[in-house]
């Protein structure tokens, strides 16, 4: 009997041995993405901040090639704003590694850091942040402050999910901040006091456009997952996809309702490895206004004109493809010949970012016809193939990039950072921006999204994103929309 049961306890042990081992291998997978030890964060300061700006004459016309500089920026400032408690804080200027800063942040605490135009900059954190770069040093006390451009990271680090912590910045006459619903939500928003700013409820594919405090830190939370997107027809970007990564099937972003004929500006799609067919819906009026095939590593350059236009708010667009696609909206600037060439018309302008992931081939298009300064930051040793061409980077090195289009893979996480201005006239600088930093170890996560079809008995459209390592297939899908209402206040 005794000797029965020293086999059964030796059995329980070694089970029990094999589980821990087990639930070690599945914590130390999941904390390779989630957990990181660390997380880095990188940037460019433009050495070029301040505004030529042409000399008005009379009646509203402007003097041929007569500029004064105006609005000149010494610096940009890098606001930070914690998601955890107990989250350190190390900021390093490069390609020395010299520390400028280190510090402790709680949840919803912001620190903000002053950096010289041309700096090439490190951020280190233990745990995720609010990353947000601007132009210039803030005025605290003004009502009204830059707005960033893009869209709000959620807690994790990607633009979609149901918790966000930010910074708000925007104008006073601006209600910037658009709540989009990818499933049936309530969301609720609190500020860095803990006062309750607004509760809602939003059904899947409808949106509220809200105003915040600049400066103030706000709590946002959802019980479905959300985007949280702001807009300026002048500023270039990436759109990420619902699944939070750059390259995908669907993306939801808000459009221009003026497009201007002078001026080259749109959306920039970009098919991969297979030919894509893409349509644009105007979700507002259910109504399809595109369709292309667009070739593998081919693009499309497309103004989508939705039926409300040259009034209201931003229009809503959906884009999606059978294949997967990236897309840009693209702003060049001033050409000449153009209104913008004699003084006035449009000053297309970008710092932004996006994030590849490994393995993962990307399209990458900086912006001609304007002047550039992008790069590619790598946060570990990293092997990269820029258009055919192998090339090592050491951890926090980083590689400038041409204007252009380029196919861009690595065998790690890599940031890109893509900065541009008019190059009319030749003086001309970028003295305005607000752009939110990713961390490099984003790049891994994609969300599993449920899209709620408004066709009345249609299927369930389910598009699922890998993390890290793991691959799941998602069958194609061809969503039709009806109207989704603009929800209002």
């Keep these: 009997m005794k000797e029965k049961q020293n086999h059964y306890d030796g059995s329980m042990k070694y089970k029990i041995l094999v589980l821990l081992g087990f639930l070690i291998l599945l914590s130390s997978s999941a904390n390779a993405v989630l957990g990181q030890e660390y997380y880095t964060y990188y940037g460019y300061i433009p050495s070029r901040m301040w505004y030529a700006e042409p000399k008005i004459a009379t009646h509203g016309t402007y003097y041929r090639g007569v500029y004064t500089i105006t609005n000149v920026q010494k610096n940009a400032t890098l606001t930070i704003v914690g998601w955890y408690d107990n989250t350190q804080v190390e900021v390093y200027t490069l390609p020395n590694k010299t520390l400028v800063k280190t510090l402790t942040l709680n949840r919803m605490e912001k620190t903000h850091i002053l950096l010289p135009n041309g700096t090439f900059f490190k951020l280190q954190t233990n745990r995720p942040v609010f990353a947000l770069l601007t132009a210039g040093e803030l005025n605290m006390s003004s009502p009204s402050g830059p707005l960033p451009i893009g869209f709000m990271p959620s807690i994790d680090g990607v633009a979609v999910g149901k918790e966000f912590i930010f910074m708000a910045s925007q104008a006073l006459d601006q209600i910037p901040y658009r709540f989009r619903a ?9 500020d860095e006091t803990g006062t ?4 809602f409820k939003l059904a899947a594919n409808s949106w509220k456009d809200l105003a915040f405090k600049s400066f103030k830190v706000y709590h946002v939370t959802s019980t479905g997952n959300i985007m949280i997107q702001t807009w300026d027809g002048v500023r270039t970007r990436y759109i990420p996809s619902v699944t939070g990564s750059y390259i995908g ?3 939801y972003t808000e459009s221009n309702t003026v497009w201007n004929p002078l001026i080259a500006h749109g959306f920039m799609i970009m098919a991969l490895n297979e030919d894509a067919k893409v349509k644009i819906y105007d979700v507002e009026y259910q109504k399809k206004i595109y369709e ?6 081919g693009s499309e350059y497309v103004k989508p004109e939705t039926v409300r236009m040259r009034m209201g708010p931003p229009t809503e667009i959906f884009i999606e493809s059978d294949k997967p696609i990236m897309v840009c909206y693209v702003h ?3 050409e ?3 209104s913008s060439h004699i003084g006035g018309g449009d000053y297309g302008t970008a710092l932004t970012y996006l994030t590849v992931k490994p393995g993962q081939t990307t399209e990458v298009y900086v912006p001609v016809n304007c002047t550039a300064e992008s790069y590619i930051f790598a946060y570990k040793e990293t092997n990269i193939v820029l258009d055919g061409l192998q090339i090592k980077l050491d951890p926090d090195e980083y590689l400038p990039i041409q204007q252009g289009f380029h196919e861009i893979s690595a065998d790690a996480e890599i940031i890109i950072q893509i900065t541009h201005w008019p190059n009319i006239p030749a003086a001309q600088g970028l003295y305005t921006f607000a752009s939110i930093i990713p961390p490099s170890q984003s790049a891994n996560i994609e969300k599993q999204i449920n899209l ?3 066709v009345s ?3 369930p459209v389910m598009l699922y994103g890998g993390v890290a390592a793991a691959a799941v297939a998602a069958a194609a899908v061809a969503v039709f929309f009806v109207r989704s209402r603009r929800a209002r206040s």
């Design 196 to 199: 309750s700013v607004k509760n």
């Design 457 to 459: 008995g249609g299927p």
């Design 249 to 251: 099937k669907a993306f």
């Design 452 to 454: 709620k079809p408004i």
């Design 182 to 190: 990818l499933e049936d939500t309530e969301i609720k928003i609190v």
């Design 332 to 334: 060049h600037g001033a």
């Design 336 to 338: 000449p010949g153009t």
């Design 292 to 297: 292309a095939t667009i070739p593998a590593g």
